[in-house]
């Protein structure tokens, strides 16, 4: 009993923590809002009668949810070595592109065969886009912070063309976009949703990140490294191999989101793909502290905004940018409530 309690009051903690921030915030909200002449309880209810409240909006979260959990677990995992991956919306990219490569190559294979080809595919394609960052870092010729920022404006660009060239659909309209994929290639929705199996690998790839980085051997030597790399480079750590598989591991989490964007959403490659997923998910990261548990409440907490915004331009006439602020306004509170250490 006493086992179980230990292991709960962390979790307690976590989620009184995060409480608090989301109240600072809603509340901080509510007065910007009657500062413009707008309701707040009304906003509030709105939001929550649309979302939370009703069962089409409820499973339009899930959506959300999805990609957003899978680039936040891009980024904390490399970020448990020290590495900052910015890169996660080019990863989400490549990703969709890899994948999509497979479903319009081999339409005809069963689903059993092309489903779990896709996946691969699309971690593939994240795994070998962050790996190019991942070489340079640990050569030690560009930071990975820059490299992996960089690398976000040329992953659309490649999608781009193939849209615009050899993938496009000559039978489609003037917007470009990928011919359809077979059925087969498609991930199985549910309830009559848009919510498809993709939430379940997100889910699972938090499952696997918290399992890797608490419960083995990896986890321990990359906490070492990200702890002191040159310590660790002197007890015979591989500081180089780790820093590349880590980065390529965090880009194959976020290249299944572009899969699942592309096989669960959209059924083909299109040049809109991502609102900004690998973005989110990296703010989503750093504001959980790379916590399992906190990524799961941030993204879910993140698609509840997301979602409001839409509503709230509705119901409210208030802009988009009006959720931008709310975002703004909790990442400010964290960073308030975030000690400061001693010689810092």
Not at 77 to 94: D, H, K, T
Not at 102 to 127: I, K, S, T, Y
Request: no cysteine.
């Amino acid at each position: 009993m006493a086992e179980t309690g230990r292991l709960a009051a962390p979790a307690v903690r976590a989620a009184l923590r995060y409480g608090a921030i989301t109240a600072v915030a809603l509340a901080a909200f509510a007065a910007v809002l009657l500062l413009a002449g707008k309701d707040p309880l009304r906003a509030y209810a709105d939001t929550f009668s649309y979302t939370l409240a009703n069962a089409y909006g409820f499973s339009e979260l899930l959506v959300r949810m999805t990609p957003l959990l899978l680039t936040a677990v891009a980024v904390a995992l490399p970020s448990r070595l020290g590495l900052i991956n910015v890169g996660g919306e080019g990863q989400l990219y490549m990703g969709a592109w890899l994948a999509s490569a497979g479903a319009l190559l081999f339409p005809g294979l069963p689903r059993w065969q092309l489903l779990p080809l896709v996946a691969l595919l699309g971690f593939a394609g994240g795994a070998l886009w962050a790996a190019i960052p991942g070489v340079l870092r640990a050569a030690r010729l560009v930071n990975e912070t820059i490299a992996t920022l960089l690398l976000n404006y040329v992953a659309p660009l490649i999608v781009s063309y193939f849209i615009f060239g050899p993938w496009r659909d000559a039978q489609g309209s003037a917007y470009p976009q990928s011919s359809a994929f077979a059925e087969a290639a498609r991930l199985p929705s549910f309830f009559d949703t848009r919510v498809h199996g993709g939430l379940f690998i997100a889910l699972g790839a938090l499952v696997a990140y918290w399992l890797i980085m608490e419960k083995t051997r990896w986890g321990v030597d990359m906490r070492a490294i990200g702890g002191n790399p040159e310590a660790a480079r002197r007890l015979g750590l591989p500081v180089a191999a780790w820093i590349v598989i880590a980065l390529a591991i965090g880009g194959g989490f976020a290249g299944l989101a572009g899969m699942g964007e592309a096989m669960g959403i959209h059924g083909r490659l299109r040049q809109g793909l991502s609102p900004g997923y690998g973005f989110t998910g990296f703010l989503i990261a750093w504001l959980a502290g790379g916590r399992p548990l906190g990524i799961l409440f941030m993204a879910f907490l993140f698609a509840i905004i997301t979602s409001a915004g839409d509503t709230l331009q509705i119901t409210q006439g208030l802009p988009y940018s009006a959720i931008n602020l709310l975002l703004a306004m909790i990442l400010f509170i964290v960073l308030a409530r975030r000690p400061r250490k001693a010689g810092k």
